[in-house]
């Protein structure tokens, strides 16, 4: 069965610019999550959605950032007025239930801010 | 402060060694420790540690929790070029978010 999927692969932007990142999850699984992995370092949890409320976003760096998911499925995360710092892969994860579920990942979205 | 250390960060083996990688935690409510193996971008799962002293195995990879001295290890026997990868650690915060380490990364060379 189809993985995660995350679009677009790679993302480059000037700075100051407004991107939106999608991730797909395995179909049928209801937690979703968004992580950010920085060169060198693990992946830091960003948000967590239980269906389509955000059930932790304790992760989200600052207001800039937010997320969506409207249907219980997709999930659109959204940057405005980027910043050089926020450079790095986004990683979008699904689970069946959340909880102690096993999460899978996707390929991420490299994002790149000039 | 919770957090999850690993050790080495870095490692270079031969093809055909065996390789231990550790990673110890703090943690007030810990629930399963998680290993994943990261080649390009994607984390992809290898094991969930609950309960401690019981060895997960899976090929050459196998895995154990010592939840008394708050470590677990990461075995992976008769390498192979195809194991370079960035190995991560990881645990449940909250039953949600997982908590990762750094990661350790290995390459194996012909």
């Known amino acids: 069965g189809a993985g995660v999927s995350q679009t677009p692969s790679n993302k480059v932007t000037e700075k100051g610019k407004y991107v939106e990142l999608r991730c797909d999850p395995i179909?049928?699984?209801?937690?979703l999550y968004w992580y950010r992995q920085s060169l060198g370092q693990g992946p830091e949890f960003l948000i967590y959605?239980?269906?389509?409320?955000?059930?932790?976003d304790s992760g989200l760096p600052n207001d800039r950032f937010f997320a969506v998911r409207p249907e219980g499925s997709v999930s659109t995360l959204k940057i405005q007025r980027t910043e050089r710092g926020d450079s790095a892969v986004y990683l979008c994860?699904?689970?069946?239930?959340?909880?102690?579920?096993?999460?899978?990942f996707g390929p991420g979205t490299r994002l790149t801010v000039l | 402060e919770d957090k999850v250390v690993q050790s080495p960060l870095s490692l270079v083996v031969h093809e055909g060694d065996t390789v231990t990688l550790n990673c110890s935690y703090e943690?007030?409510?810990?629930?399963?420790l998680l290993w994943y193996k990261q080649e390009k971008k994607a984390p992809t799962f290898l094991f969930m540690l609950?309960?401690?002293?019981i060895e997960k195995k899976s090929g050459r990879l196998s895995s154990i929790l010592d939840k008394k001295e708050l470590f677990s290890i990461l075995n992976i026997t008769a390498t192979q070029t195809g194991d370079s990868a960035i190995y991560l650690c990881?645990?449940?915060?909250?039953?949600?978010?997982?908590?990762f380490g750094k990661g350790t990364t290995l390459s194996v060379s012909s």
């Open positions: 994860a699904s689970s069946l239930g959340g909880g102690l579920d096993t999460q899978y």
């Open positions: 179909s049928g699984h209801t937690a």
């Open positions: 959605f239980q269906g389509t409320g955000a059930a932790d």
């Open positions: 943690v007030t409510n810990f629930r399963s």
């Open positions: 609950t309960s401690s002293g």
């Open positions: 990881a645990y449940y915060q909250a039953g949600t978010a997982l908590i």
